[in-house]
């Protein structure tokens, strides 16, 4: 993950290195899905969240495409 204080800085920094841009995430909702996703990681017994959790975790902070599908769907 790297952070940048524009998609203009983003989009600077992958044409100076060649590579595509990947999806940029806004602070407040990193923030929301950090406290959604993190939420019960200390609990001992708390589960992994399943790939239809996650992608309803991604979904419910507004983060949907396939970059966001854990299992990408065949095609």
Same mark, same amino acid.
């Given at each position: 993950?790297? +952070?940048?204080? $524009?998609? @203009? @800085?983003?989009?600077?920094?992958?044409?100076?290195?060649?590579?595509e841009?990947?999806?940029? !995430?806004? !602070?407040?909702q990193? &923030?929301?899905?950090?406290? !959604? &996703?993190?939420? $019960?990681?200390? @609990?001992?017994?708390?589960?992994?969240? *399943?790939?239809?959790?996650?992608?309803?975790?991604?979904?419910?902070?507004?983060? *949907?495409? $396939? +970059?966001?599908?854990? !299992?990408?769907?065949?095609?």
């Open positions: 993950m790297l +952070f940048f204080r $524009s998609e @203009d @800085d983003l989009r600077a920094w992958c044409r100076e290195r060649g590579v841009p990947g999806p940029a !995430v806004p !602070v407040h990193l &923030w929301r899905l950090s406290r !959604v &996703w993190y939420g $019960s990681r200390l @609990d001992p017994e708390g589960p992994r969240p *399943t790939p239809g959790e996650a992608r309803a975790i991604f979904a419910g902070v507004g983060l *949907t495409g $396939s +970059f966001w599908d854990p !299992v990408p769907r065949q095609e």
